[in-house]
């Protein structure tokens, strides 16, 4: 994108972070947002926990095993900044497919292929073990390591879960 996604303008006004944060508030379950840059920190309105997150910064892969590191035998709900289309409806989805079974991984599937940043991971000590396994033995990428892991796929809108990595994608998504 050239710019840091989560400053940039959301079409409803703020950035898409402060967008994202007030859409997953409207869940009523507590919230952390783990980020390296101190303006992404400052944004995060209370009862929000706002953590930085140390070096090294290498990955979601790492900071999903610092949250879970945190928030031992709770079931986390990952969610990225670039996707601004991102609904109530989608999240709400999500977490009822996954309400029968929470000590499974639950990930985001567009029709074509995972989006695994917005997902449900639960941090139960055998999940924690194995992901602390991973980092220790250097792996960063998140896709590796879910290889490893039983998880369901939820199939979600796929224009409330694309993920906008470029300047020209940077517009809503056009109705059906």
């Known amino acids: 994108m050239g710019r840091d996604k989560a400053l940039l303008p959301h079409p409803e006004g703020s950035t898409w972070l402060e967008r994202t944060l007030l859409l997953l508030g409207q869940l009523e379950a ?14 995060a ?8 997150e140390p070096p090294p910064w290498e990955g979601p892969l790492l900071a999903l095993h610092r949250l879970m590191q945190r928030h031992p035998g709770e079931r986390l709900l ?22 029968a079974s929470p000590t499974r991984l639950h990930l985001a599937h567009d029709g074509e292929r995972l ?7 639960p941090s139960s000590a055998a999940i924690r073990a194995h992901l602390a396994g991973t980092v220790e033995r250097g792996e ?3 896709q590796s390591w879910l290889a490893t892991l039983p998880a369901r796929a939820v199939p979600l809108d796929p224009r409330a879960i694309r993920n906008v990595n470029r300047p020209e994608a940077d517009q809503p998504a056009a109705a059906p």
Do not use: F, K, N
Not at 37 to 43: E, G, I, K, Q, R
Not at 45 to 52: E, G, K, R
């Open 30 to 43: 507590p919230i952390t947002l783990l980020s390296r840059h101190p303006a992404h920190l400052a944004l």
């Open 45 to 52: 309105p209370a009862p929000i926990t706002a953590l930085a």
């Open 140 to 142: 960063r990428r998140l």
């Open 115 to 121: 989006q695994p940043l917005l997902g449900l991971y």
């Open 78 to 99: 990952l969610c990225p900044v670039d996707m601004p289309d991102l609904s109530l409806e989608v999240l709400q989805t999500l977490l009822a497919a996954a309400a």
